[in-house]
């Protein structure tokens, strides 16, 4: 069974950086793609980036050039650096494992809390 595991959320000023990190469990991870995705209060999951098991990657207009999703096969390890905070980035953030076109494969991790502070 795939885990994943989210680390690296806490409180930051706005204007600040965090870098989030998603271990995950099995050999699945090389193979899938996987991403980001947030959830704020009172609103729907959304799409923050995802990237492919080649490294094509992918961004929601809102974090474009502040973000950057990497993945390290070797290590089974996701990140998103997130540069230039604003307030209304602070959401639960989840790492997800998926395979295109297979909904047998999805996976989410439990999320971790970004607060961006004005």
């Known amino acids: 069974q795939v885990q994943l595991v989210e680390s690296g959320g806490g409180l930051v000023q706005a204007g600040g950086s965090l870098r989030l990190s998603c271990a995950a469990s099995?050999?699945?991870?090389?193979?899938?793609?996987m991403g980001w995705y947030r959830q704020a209060p009172g609103k729907q999951r959304e799409l923050v980036a995802t990237?492919?098991?080649?490294?094509?990657?992918n961004y929601a207009d809102s974090v474009k050039g502040r973000f950057t999703i990497s993945r390290d096969n070797a290590k089974n390890t996701l990140y998103l650096q997130m540069n230039s905070l604003k307030p209304e980035d602070t959401a639960v953030y989840y790492c997800?494992?998926?395979?295109?076109?297979?909904?047998?494969?999805?996976?989410w991790g439990k999320g971790t809390l970004v607060t961006v502070s004005s």
């Open positions: 997800r494992s998926y395979s295109p076109g297979n909904s047998l494969v999805n996976y």
């Open positions: 099995g050999s699945i991870f090389s193979v899938n793609a």
């Open positions: 990237i492919t098991r080649s490294g094509s990657t």
